[in-house]
Nanobody, 124 residues
Framework: QVQLVESGGGLVQAGGSLRLSCAASGRTFSSYGMGWFRQAPGKEREFLGAITATGGSTYYSDSVKGRFTISRDNAQSTLTLQMHSLKPEDTAVYYC?????????????????WGQGTQVTVSS
């Protein structure tokens, strides 16, 4: 299995940027497709995007496409979520997740391992 730890969350003003990281340990990071999700208070967990195990392909939800970028460094076992043009509605706990399945999904159930989350707060 793989252990995931997110970092980089914090308070940022609307229009600002933030970079989240997800550090992986355990089994070979490059074996896993990775996803980013978020969950705001009182709301269901929301898929943001995903990246294939090799990093060759990325997928984004419409809500973040063009503002968020997912990347990975398999040599460093890290996953990154670069966020620009942040809005107050982006406020949530952000999670990274790993899947051993060959096809990436946009549902939480498609991912096997989760980090503990990092809080992102965007002030207006």
């Amino acid at each position: 299995q793989v252990q995931l730890v997110e970092s980089g969350g914090g308070l940022v003003q609307a229009g600002g940027s933030l970079r989240l990281s997800c550090a992986a340990s355990g089994r070979t990071f490059s074996s896993y497709g990775m996803g980013w999700f978020r969950q705001a208070p009182g709301k269901e967990r929301e898929f943001l995007g995903a990246i294939t195990a090799t990093g060759g392909s990325t997928y984004y939800s419409d809500s973040v496409k063009g503002r968020f970028t997912i990347s990975r460094d398999n040599a460093q076992s890290t996953l990154t979520l670069q966020m620009h043009s942040l809005k107050p509605e982006d406020t949530a706990v952000y999670y990274c997740a790993a899947t051993a399945r060959p096809i990436l999904g946009d549902r939480s159930s498609a991912y096997d391992y989760w980090g503990q989350g990092t809080q992102v707060t965007v002030s207006s």
